[in-house]
Structure formats: structure tokens, C-alpha cells
């Protein structure tokens, strides 16, 4: 799998984190709206570039480039995340691993025209890539649980409503009758999620 | 009946709701009950899990 990265130059790209970036990341880690535009406006036209160069389109730049953010958030958001390569150059390697990734599965070949210097960025995408697969998982058990199920274990776990809103929502006559459907529900929902969950594993 | 206060139990153990007496007895509880154990460390995995999906 090591065939789409250049075998010489990788190291020379992993600058010291710049004090600037690093601010920039513990922004986006803490949800700054700000911040996440700044990267945008700095790296989204690179992206597009290299995409559109390699028989993409606007909007699949547009998708990679989402999922690239995600995995920088979710990378910014780890107690042990060290920024070890510039932003560009990480998100830059992120969307040309998932675009590749992209041309492959959908049969279709790139035109090798590369705009950057790219690292390895395998572990990453894995666990992108696995996180991805879990969150559907659990969409899809949500899914297939249905109604009233799906809204109060939302309404509980997601929303961090009280038994008792939820009761006064949902129309219980009390509190008790609540959390004994919503342990029902849960069971329910955690058979459906870790019968999907393992297979995975 | 039993099933849910076992899953309230632990619901509040891991969100930390426990006084220090009742956890450390919780804990003792796990030590010793390999099924009360893994029931825990599934209910964590399951929360963690749910956790991610309501960051979204």
C-alpha cells in the first residue's frame, strides 16, 4: 500500500508545529467557528486543485474536504495529539489519501498531478475511516429501533434531558414509567448496536 | 426490576455520581462478579459510542 506515497522527501516535510498553528488547532478543538473558517479559506482552493486536476468535481472536493476536516477536529480533540507536519500539509495528505482512495474504488484512475508534498497519513484515515463505520452503526440501530424508542434515548443520551422533562415530553404520567420504557428501549438499542458492533471489530 | 437499577448502577458509576464509599463497594462488586464486570465495560464502550454519535 505504500505505493502511492514518493519514496524520498516524506521526512523533509514534517516541520516542527508552528506556535500559531497550534493555536489555531486548540480553536477548532474547542469548536471555534473561526477557526475552522481560517483553515478553510487557507487550504480548501489546494484541495480543490488537486481534486479537480484529478477527475473530481467541485462538490467531491467539496466532500473530501469535509471528511479531512473532520479528522483534523477529531485530531485536534485528542490528549495526545502532537502537530508534527504544517495544517496544509496534513490536510492536504488526508484528502489526497481519501481521494485516491475515491478514484480506486469508483474505477476510475488519477492524471498523477500532484500540487504539494505529501506525509503518510494510513493510521489516520484507519481511524477515520473506523469511526466513520461505528457512528453508522449506531445511526443505522437508531434507525431501526423506532418510534417513541428512537426520540427518548435521543431525548436522554443525546440531548441530556431529565427523566423528568422527558415524562412531561413524551406524555408518562410519571418519571418511573419513563425510565422503565427508556431501559426497555436501551436494551433494545444496545442488542441491535452490538450485533453490528462486533462484527466490525 | 432488578436489571434496571443493575444498569442504573451503573449508568452512575461511570458518570462519577457514586460517594466514595458506595464506589470503592461497586468496585470490590466488579473484582469479584466477572459478569457485573463486563456488563460495565460494554455499558462504557456503549456510552462512549453514543457519546461520539451525539457530538455530530
Request: aromatic letters at 10%; proline letters at 2%; hydrophobic letters at 40%.
Amino acid at each position: 500500500l505504500g505505493y502511492f506515497y514518493p519514496s524520498t522527501g516524506i521526512k523533509s516535510t514534517q516541520v516542527k508545529g508552528d506556535p500559531n498553528e497550534q493555536v489555531l488547532l486548540k480553536a477548532l478543538a474547542n469548536n471555534d467557528s473561526k477557526a475552522a473558517e481560517t483553515i478553510y479559506k487557507e487550504n480548501f482552493n489546494m484541495v480543490l486543485a488537486f481534486i479537480l486536476n484529478n477527475n473530481g468535481s467541485y462538490d467531491e472536493a467539496r466532500d473530501i474536504f469535509q471528511e479531512a476536516m473532520i479528522a483534523l477536529y477529531q485530531k485536534a480533540k485528542s490528549e495526545s495529539f502532537v502537530l508534527t507536519s504544517q495544517i496544509k500539509t496534513y490536510v492536504y495528505s488526508i484528502c489526497r489519501r481519501l481521494w485516491l482512495k475515491r478514484l480506486q474504488q469508483l474505477g476510475k484512475t488519477t492524471n498523477g498531478i500532484e500540487n504539494f508534498e505529501a506525509i503518510p497519513v494510513e493510521d489516520d484515515i484507519e481511524i477515520h475511516e473506523r469511526r466513520n463505520a461505528e457512528l453508522g452503526i449506531m445511526d443505522r440501530a437508531l434507525s431501526s429501533l423506532g418510534e417513541p424508542c428512537k426520540s427518548l434515548l435521543e431525548a436522554f443520551y443525546i440531548e441530556k434531558q431529565s427523566m423528568d422533562q422527558i415524562a412531561l415530553l413524551f406524555g408518562y404520567t410519571n418519571a418511573d414509567n419513563a425510565k422503565n420504557q427508556k431501559y426497555k428501549c436501551l436494551m433494545r438499542l444496545k442488542k441491535l448496536f452490538f450485533s453490528q458492533y462486533n462484527i466490525g471489530e | 426490576m432488578e436489571d434496571i437499577l443493575l444498569l442504573n448502577t451503573i449508568e452512575r458509576y461511570l458518570e462519577g455520581r457514586m460517594l466514595e464509599e458506595e464506589r470503592k463497594f461497586f468496585e470490590e462488586l466488579r473484582t469479584s462478579n466477572p459478569a457485573i464486570d463486563q456488563m460495565v465495560v460494554e455499558h462504557k464502550l456503549f456510552l462512549n459510542q453514543m457519546d461520539e454519535y451525539a457530538g455530530c
